[in-house]
């Protein structure tokens, strides 16, 4: 049987960073999605994380209410239950969710158009949790792309300045408990791809998130304990003329006694820096790849944001 998800150990990076880089340019090139064991990442900062996750969606719904941001196309703060829509779907997917954007220096000029995220007085620790976990991410999807930078023979630290000031989040999701059995075939979250330009999810380990391969078939993702799941974006799909492919994903619902409990992940999607213009690489293009019209990242991500129904158009 085929292994779709063979894990990527991250030691090799620095052992033999041209076998990292080619296992996880592999890895992308056949399912747009990859397994990282022994990652950076610190477990206390996730663990510190998942309690503050947990103990703000545990809050009233008014208190909730209080961080949503509905004109700001709700990109920092809280979602509310069923408000988001997979692209070109009208039944809302079955969470509630919160963000965490980029904290700006002063005198950004991203501040034009990156809100601050508003601090949580509710949970005492939630402000401090969530930013150690952001960070750690972010630094690690930065190392990342230089695997991807090496795979696609670019110069290793290519995409530093393109993602440095990048409007990434990171996403506290919340599938709620159904205790009414849900349908069999039924899903929590609605088969999309992602906008950004790679995404790295924690709480994948619990049954449910699924691929669509190429062949058309869903393939489960179950990475073991401890791991990261990293998938590419639509930016970065069209960045590379489609020779690193953004993958149809969904998250199915769980049998009916998993159905009973919560389910917690915690999505960072890393952005290309918003004035940044994605326009497809001459060597993706020389592979084969196919060019799409040049837009900024902005430009973009709001197209996208207003497809998936957090902005109104």
């Known amino acids: ?45 996730i663990d510190d994380n998942l309690a503050a996750t947990k103990a703000f969606f545990a809050l009233p719904a008014d ?10 196309g709700r990109q920092r703060g809280y979602t509310p239950f069923g408000t988001e829509n997979a692209k ?30 508003p601090a949580v007085t509710e949970v005492p620790d939630f402000d401090r949790a969530t930013r150690a976990l952001y960070e750690a991410l972010d630094a ?13 023979n670019l110069e290793e630290t290519w995409f530093a300045d393109k993602v440095n000031f990048g409007n990434s989040i990171l996403r506290l999701l919340h599938y709620p408990p159904q205790m009414d059995p849900p349908p069999e075939g039924s899903v929590r979250a609605g088969a999309h791809e992602d906008i950004n330009v790679i995404t790295l999810l924690l709480g994948a380990e619990e049954a449910g998130l699924e691929v669509m391969h190429r062949s058309g ?55 290309f820096n918003q004035d940044f213009r994605i326009e497809a690489l001459p060597g993706c293009l020389a592979e084969g790849g196919k060019a ?22």
């Open 292 to 313: 799409e019209p040049p837009i900024t990242a902005q430009d973009f991500l709001m197209e996208r944001l207003r497809e998936i129904g957090l902005v109104k158009a």
């Open 217 to 271: 078939k869903w393939l489960a993702v179950n990475p073991p304990p401890g791991a990261l799941v990293i998938n590419c974006g639509d930016m970065l799909q069209r960045y590379t003329a489609g020779i690193l492919p953004s993958t149809t994903h969904r998250v199915v619902n769980p049998s009916p006694e998993r159905s009973k409990f919560p389910r917690y992940s915690t999505p960072f999607f890393l952005h």
């Open 88 to 117: 070109g779907k009208a039944q809302a997917d079955l969470k509630e969710f919160w963000h965490t954007g980029r904290a700006l220096p002063p005198q950004s000029p991203y501040r034009a158009s990156m809100k601050d995220t």
């Open 1 to 45: 049987m085929t292994q779709y998800f063979e894990p990527i150990p991250y030691p090799l990076w620095h052992s033999d960073p041209a076998a990292f880089a080619a296992a996880l340019g592999r890895s992308f090139r056949e399912t747009g999605f990859a397994v990282i064991t022994d990652h950076p990442v610190p477990q206390r900062a």
């Open 140 to 152: 690690f999807g930065a190392d990342l792309l230089k695997a991807v930078a090496l795979h696609l």
């Open 63 to 72: 208190a909730k209410e209080n961080y949503h941001d509905a004109p700001g």
